[in-house]
């Protein structure tokens, strides 16, 4: 099952590796951009090859495109054998990521950080460069980007096209950018349910405090599973003939999203 959760900590504190992996996160991104200095980009680089290579697994945001930093982070990184998966920020060109993707170890991927206007437009070749494992949406830095102001219906064509793009590439379902109040539970899980609503299957997380409520919305309710059990033993029991769950016919399409359901959920059919 894709990831649901992945946990920023900066690169630069090492300190906090293993922690974050003790949050429960499904998965840890090394920072090496927006959460690390300047003048400490180099030390955090080499505080996140030192621990790749002395066995810690991870995935790492590089540095944008551009800046002096970017090629350095990316030839560093691909000697790691605990490297999991590059997040390119700003991604806007599949060429750049085809030339990441030569370079990366049998089982690293790419999740390319979608925070421009122009990364938007080229959301398809993106989609589709090889080892891109799935789309993740930069809310915060599009918003800046495009000049949109708020993150809710402003935001729905958007998200909705990533979700769209992503299932004609036949990768897997997008992430979602983070939500920034860290005390706010109820917030966070109102737009991860929004997410969720909107064929999304991932958050990104800023703090270890807010990987439960990211895990508790993307959690199929009990009423969804229960409803789910019965179209699957409905279909079980009429062996393929057309059959009734709660006054409903169960076609394809509904035995599909039960199937969702229970896998969302971590049960084994």
């Given at each position: ?147 949109i102001r708020g993150d809710g219906d402003e935001l729905v064509y958007f998200r909705s ?58 959690q199929p309710s009990t009423e969804e599973v229960d409803w789910a059990n019965r179209v ?38």
């Open positions: 099952m894709a990831a649901r959760s992945y946990l920023f900590v900066p690169g630069n504190r090492p300190e906090r590796f293993e922690k974050a992996y003790a949050s429960g996160t499904d998965a840890v991104i090394l920072d090496l951009e927006d959460a690390v200095a300047t003048d400490l980009k180099v030390e955090a680089r080499d505080t996140v090859t030192s621990w790749l290579n002395a066995g810690g697994r991870a995935y790492v945001r590089i540095n944008a495109r551009g800046t002096e930093w970017y090629q350095n982070d990316v030839t560093n990184l691909m000697k790691c054998p605990g490297l999991l998966g590059i997040v390119v920020p700003k991604a806007e060109e599949s060429a750049a990521l085809v030339k990441i993707s030569k370079e990366l170890s049998d089982e690293a991927v790419i999740l390319p950080l979608i925070e421009s206007a122009r990364g938007f437009a080229n959301l398809q070749q993106i989609a589709c460069t090889p080892r891109v494992e799935r789309l993740v949406f930069g809310t915060l830095d599009f918003q800046v980007d495009t000049g096209q990533l979700t769209l793009v992503s299932r004609l590439a036949g990768i897997a379902a997008p992430v979602d950018g983070v939500t920034a109040s860290l005390d706010d539970g109820d917030l966070l899980r109102q737009e991860t349910l929004r997410a969720r609503n909107l064929g999304f299957r991932g958050k990104l997380c800023i703090h270890p405090k807010q990987v439960p409520h990211v895990h508790a919305a993307f699957l033993t409905a279909v079980n029991v009429s062996k393929g003939a057309v059959t009734v769950v709660d006054g409903k016919m169960v076609d394809v399409p509904v035995v599909l999203k039960a199937r969702d359901i229970f896998e969302s959920a971590g049960i084994t059919t």
